[in-house]
Structures are given as structure tokens and as C-alpha cells.
């Protein structure tokens, strides 16, 4: 792969011969699809079942689809930490600007564990993804609370973040992050946003914790209000898969190697991810 430049060399038919993504839960079949191997081998990973993993493949796969992965387009991304798609996005020639909170209020909270935590720009380019002179020029830096995203951020072509907005704090703070984060946006732009889903129950949840679980009907509730608001979001699609490892659910400590479906408490969670565009 030619790391170096922004004119990436790749089958393009591979990301385009199936159905587009939609508002949806993970599933170990996309592990196996063409394009999610394509974009695993552009972040010189292999397929691992892992639903970090299926997120970052998932974000890039939707906002490629929908023609925000190319040169000269503006991308904001929310609680980035030392995630690769900055990096990923810049070595395509997008401008992208990294956001998290504030580097001692996520110590504070322990966000300093595990590369959740950015603390700047040296965090984000570590894979060698995008040439080190394009980074620079095309990746900025600002730390920011998505509870109150400054107005000066503007005017974006795309946003996204990954299994960020259930750790606000309640569920209400996400459902009102999940509206705010369209301000950011150009009208016609489009987020894509991955959080945690309660499988095992529409009626019980964790709602005032460091993670809260979304149900069903928290999901539901989200996407009526927005396309009450004008704007669009894709089709939601809560099949859970017929795999083996779709069966499988990874227990504390969370180290098995099939990570798609984990206990949170008494709960089984996955990854949902939710594509919305912003009303022209």
C-alpha cells in the first residue's frame, strides 16, 4: 500500500458492490465482505472480529459512500483519541479537524487508559497512514466538550465519532449532542455516529453513568426527532446476525478474541451505528 501520498492505489468496485450501509448494529458477516477487508487492509489490519474494529471500518465505508472521502472535503471528528481515521481521511486529501475533551478532564475521568485520551496531534499519525507533510497540513488539533460544542465550529462536509456520545453522562446529553453536532454541518452534510446498544432489554438500562446504554426505543426516539427536524437518517436495521460469533458474548475482563457482543453489568451490549444527513 502506498502510505505516501494522497492519491491512494485501491479497486474502488470493492467498496461499491453492495447495498450502502445503514443505521445498524454490528454483525460478523461484514467482517467477510470485500469492502470491509479492503478497509481493514488500508489500516494495515486483518478482519479480527472486534466491534472497535467494525466501527472505524463502518464510519469510513458510510462517508465514503456518500462521496465525503475525497480531496478538498472538510471532516470534524468528536472524541477522537489516538484513533487512525484522521490520518486515514487526511491521506485522501480531506482537511480534519480532531476534537476531545479537555486532556484533565479526561485524565480526571480516566479517559488516560487504553488510547482513549488524545493529548494532540503527535497521537494521531502514529500508523504512518497519511505522509507526515500532508498530516500536517491537512490534521489540526482543539480540545472540545461535546456537551458544548463551540459555534465557531462550522461549515463541515462530514463529522463522525466513535462510541463517544453514551459516555456524556445521561442518555438526554446524547440525544441532545446527536442534534447539536448537525450545527457543525454544511446543509446536506452528513455524520455518522457508532454508541452502545442494550440488547438484552428495551424496558431496563444504565441511564446516568459514565456509559449509558441505548435501547431500542432510545434509538427509535433519536431518529424521530431528527427527520421531525427535516433531516434524513438512513434506515435502521436491528438484525443481530446469524453467525457464530454473532452468538458470543465476551465477559469480564473482555479479553476473548470473538469482541463483537460484551456483558456491560447484567446487560448485552454491542456496537449501533447511526448515519444522518443534515436538512439542505
Not at 469510513?60 to 481521511?89: D, H, N, Y
Amino acid at each position: 500500500m502506498d502510505t505516501g501520498s494522497t492519491e491512494r492505489r485501491w479497486n474502488k468496485q470493492l467498496i461499491y458492490d453492495h447495498a450502502k450501509r445503514r443505521s445498524e448494529l454490528c454483525k460478523a458477516k461484514d467482517f467477510h465482505a470485500a469492502w470491509f477487508r479492503h478497509w481493514c487492509d488500508q489500516l494495515n489490519e486483518k478482519p479480527n472480529f472486534h466491534r472497535k474494529q467494525w466501527e472505524f471500518v463502518y464510519v469510513m465505508q458510510a462517508l465514503w459512500e456518500r462521496g465525503c472521502i475525497t480531496s478538498g472535503k472538510r471532516g470534524l471528528v468528536f472524541a477522537v483519541g489516538t484513533e487512525p481515521l484522521p490520518a486515514m481521511f487526511a491521506s485522501f486529501g480531506c482537511a480534519i479537524v480532531a476534537t476531545d475533551i479537555f486532556p484533565e478532564q479526561g485524565v480526571e475521568m480516566g479517559w488516560d487508559n487504553a488510547n482513549q485520551l488524545c493529548f494532540g496531534l503527535d497521537s494521531l499519525n502514529k500508523r504512518r497512514l497519511c505522509d507526515q507533510e500532508d498530516f500536517d497540513r491537512l490534521v489540526s488539533y482543539r480540545p472540545v466538550d461535546m456537551n458544548d460544542i463551540p459555534d465557531d465550529l462550522v461549515d463541515f462536509d462530514f463529522n463522525w465519532s466513535s462510541c463517544s456520545f453514551e459516555h456524556l453522562g445521561t442518555l438526554d446529553k446524547g440525544f441532545r449532542f446527536l442534534q447539536n453536532q448537525l450545527k457543525t454541518l454544511k446543509p446536506g452534510g452528513w455524520a455518522v455516529h457508532t454508541t452502545e446498544y442494550n440488547l438484552s432489554s428495551n424496558d431496563e438500562t444504565q441511564e446516568n453513568n459514565s456509559t449509558v446504554l441505548y435501547r431500542q426505543r432510545d434509538i427509535e426516539y433519536i431518529i424521530d426527532a431528527l427527520r421531525s427536524e427535516g433531516h434524513f437518517v438512513e434506515e435502521l436495521d436491528l438484525s443481530m446476525g446469524g453467525l457464530p460469533e454473532d452468538f458470543l458474548v465476551d465477559v469480564e475482563p473482555h479479553q476473548q478474541k470473538i469482541h463483537l457482543k460484551l456483558q456491560v453489568d447484567k446487560y448485552v451490549v454491542t456496537s449501533i451505528g447511526l448515519i444522518i444527513r443534515k436538512k439542505n
